[in-house]
């Protein structure tokens, strides 16, 4: 019984189930071969007969975080900060927002291309080179659901640009024929050329009118009929208004030379282009459009009378007789 109590008191446990007793340490050794030292003991103690516990030193120079060294393996325990895994995660999903963003607009942009802006096309081409005489058969409500999905697909711009860009090339057309024009025949033909794209922006504009609404209007603070307007005056009418307009002078001091219908379209033409090029001929353009001269004050009346009187004078050396002013008209009773 001595010796059971002798052997057992040798054996110690370290809590860890580690024993490490004397008599251990006796067998142990008296196995290994000689010149080979005694393995040393699985678990050391230290003063004070509490066992080793596992020490961790902290590994100085990692940029992220801490790295800690485990005393036993010598391992590194990498240990990344948080905000480091929320910002790294945060930038590639803002990178993959955007790649998928490009994606849809460029499919979208493709969509637009080969479905939407061929259609428009064509029939922008029909109405804007159309004859009054003719029947067109174009499918406005087609137009204009085509016009509204590309502004909701927020095409708007590309496609406001598509349509100036496609009328700016039909005036220059038209533009080119009206220089091949003969002189004598330049005003006839401007005024067709101007008739007949005022009837077409009659129909252009209101198939266009979300687009004007919710674009034009909204962001580029304008008016879509003023714009393509603009664009007949800027690429047309200032073109050949040096020619034209010494014709239709001419044409005004030669009664009926031109046909008045004519010469009332396009002179009001050319003053809904421009008013201010109403100021290169006044006598002209007020013979057509009311106020043009400046109004009437009492004390220029001497002069309006000077005036209606060399109009009279120069009236009936021109071979128009005033007439016997003494008889009254034969369709007025006696």
Not at 200 to 210: D, H, K
Request: net charge negative; hydrophobic share 35%; with cysteine.
């Amino acid at each position: 019984m001595e010796a059971m109590e002798d052997d057992s008191s040798e054996v110690k446990d370290d809590h860890n189930h580690n024993y490490c007793g004397g008599k251990v340490r006796a067998a142990l050794s008296s196995q290994v071969p000689d010149g080979v030292g005694a393995p040393e003991p699985v678990c050391p103690t230290v003063p004070g007969g509490e066992p080793a516990k596992r020490q961790a030193k902290l590994w100085s120079g990692s940029p992220r975080g801490s790295k800690f060294m485990d005393s036993d393996t010598g391992s590194e325990n990498s240990e990344v900060s948080e905000p480091d895994c929320s910002a790294a995660s945060t930038e590639d999903k803002f990178r993959l927002d955007s790649t998928s963003k490009f994606l849809l607009n460029a499919m979208a942009i493709e969509d637009y291309r080969k479905n939407h802006w061929p259609n428009l096309e064509e029939a922008i081409d029909r109405l804007l080179i159309q004859n009054l005489s003719d029947h067109i058969s174009v499918s406005y409500a087609q137009i204009y659901g085509y016009v509204y999905k590309c502004v909701c697909q927020q095409h708007s711009e590309l496609l406001y640009s598509d349509l100036t860009s496609k009328i700016t090339a039909h005036l220059q057309q038209v533009s080119t024929q009206l220089q091949a024009s003969p002189t004598e025949n330049l005003i006839e033909n401007f005024n067709i050329a101007l008739t007949q794209y005022l009837a077409s922006l009659q129909c252009i504009v209101p198939v266009f009118i979300y687009l004007n609404k919710f674009y034009i209007e909204s962001k580029l603070n304008r008016d879509l009929k003023e714009d393509l307007m603009k664009l007949f005056a800027d690429h047309v009418a200032e073109e050949h208004l040096r020619k034209l307009m010494p014709l239709l002078i001419k044409a005004h001091s030669m009664p009926f030379q031109v046909h008045p219908s004519t010469m009332a379209s396009v002179v009001k033409g050319l003053y809904s282009l421009r008013p201010e090029w109403a100021q290169l001929a006044p006598a002209l353009f007020s013979s057509f459009i009311p106020q043009i001269h400046p109004p009437a004050v009492e004390s220029q009346l001497h002069d309006y009378a000077d005036r209606d009187r060399k109009l009279q004078m120069e009236l009936s050396m021109k071979g128009f007789p005033r007439g016997d002013q003494s008889r009254k008209r034969a369709s007025e009773d006696s």
